[in-house]
C-alpha cells in the first residue's frame, strides 16, 4: 500500500540557517510526489512537484526537494530560513486513480 | 480570482443533527476531493470526484456522503454527525485528468468542526 512517512513532527531552526525537512514514501511504481505548506488558519499550497526528468526540483519561494529514488525519499530544502517560513509541511503522492495520500506533516518553527 | 470557496469557516453542532458543509470552485476544475485534518495524522482523503456524477472513496469515508451534481460544486454530508468527526475539513480542487494534475491542488480555506 502506499504511505508516506514525515520523520519529523517538529523542526526549530534559527532564521538564516538552512532547512531540510525529510520525507519517504512507499509505492510500487514511479511516484509522482509533492510538497505543500499551510501557514496558520490556511489551507494547503503547492510549493513543488516531481513526476519524471531531473530529480533536483525547484519550487516557489525559494525551495527545492531531490528525489532519490534509491532511498525512497524526496526531501525539501531552503539554503536560508526567513521566519515566514514557519508554517506546517506536508509530503504527498499521488497514487492510481485520483487518490494523493499526504504525510503527517512537519511543523517548522524559526528562531530570530 | 481563481478559488475554493467553503463554507461555513465554523460549525458547531450535536450529535445526530444532518449537516452540509458546502464547497464551490470556479477554475472548471474537473477533480475535487475533501480531506480531514487532525493533529498527528495529517490531511486522509474522505472522497474524491473525477468528474460530474462521478465519485470515490477515499480512506475515511464512513460516515460521510458526497455529491456532485454540478461541476462548480462538491458538498459535504454529515448525515448523522458523531464526537469523532469533530475534524478540520478541507475542500479542494484540481484540473484532473493523469495523476500529476490531481496532486496540483487548489485548496478552500477550511471548516472547523466541532460535534457535542
Known amino acids: 500500500a502506499q504511505s508516506v512517512t514525515q520523520p519529523d513532527i517538529h523542526i526549530t531552526v534559527s532564521e538564516g540557517a538552512s532547512l531540510e525537512l525529510r520525507c519517504n514514501y512507499s509505492?510500487?511504481?514511479?511516484?509522482?510526489l509533492f510538497w505543500y505548506v499551510q501557514s496558520p488558519g490556511q489551507g494547503l499550497q503547492l510549493l513543488l512537484k516531481y513526476f519524471s526528468g531531473d530529480t533536483l526540483v525547484q519550487g516557489i519561494k525559494g525551495f527545492e526537494a531531490e528525489f532519490k529514488r534509491s532511498q525512497s525519499s524526496f526531501n525539501l530544502r531552503k539554503p536560508s530560513v526567513h521566519w515566514s517560513d514557519a508554517a506546517e509541511y506536508f509530503c504527498?503522492?499521488?497514487?492510481?486513480?485520483?487518490?494523493?495520500?499526504f504525510g503527517q506533516g512537519t511543523e517548522l518553527s524559526v528562531k530570530p | 480570482e481563481a478559488q475554493v470557496t467553503q463554507n461555513p469557516r465554523y460549525l458547531i453542532t450535536v450529535t445526530g443533527k444532518k449537516l452540509t458543509v458546502t464547497c464551490s470552485q470556479n477554475?472548471?476544475?474537473?477533480?475535487m476531493s475533501w480531506y480531514r485534518q487532525d493533529p498527528g495524522l495529517g490531511l486522509r482523503q474522505i472522497y474524491y470526484s473525477m468528474n460530474v456524477e462521478v465519485t470515490d472513496k477515499g480512506d475515511v469515508p464512513e460516515g460521510y456522503k458526497v455529491s456532485r451534481k454540478e461541476k462548480r460544486n462538491f458538498p459535504l454530508i454529515l448525515e448523522s454527525p458523531s464526537p469523532n468527526q469533530t475534524s478540520l475539513y478541507f475542500c479542494?480542487?484540481?484540473?484532473?485528468?493523469?495523476?500529476?494534475?490531481?496532486?496540483?491542488?487548489?485548496f478552500g480555506s477550511g471548516t472547523q468542526l466541532s460535534v457535542l
Open positions: 477554475m472548471n476544475h474537473e477533480y
Open positions: 509505492y510500487g511504481a514511479t511516484p509522482y
Open positions: 504527498a503522492v499521488g497514487a492510481l486513480g485520483g487518490k494523493l495520500i
Open positions: 479542494a480542487s484540481s484540473l484532473g485528468g493523469r495523476t500529476i494534475a490531481v496532486g496540483k491542488l487548489f
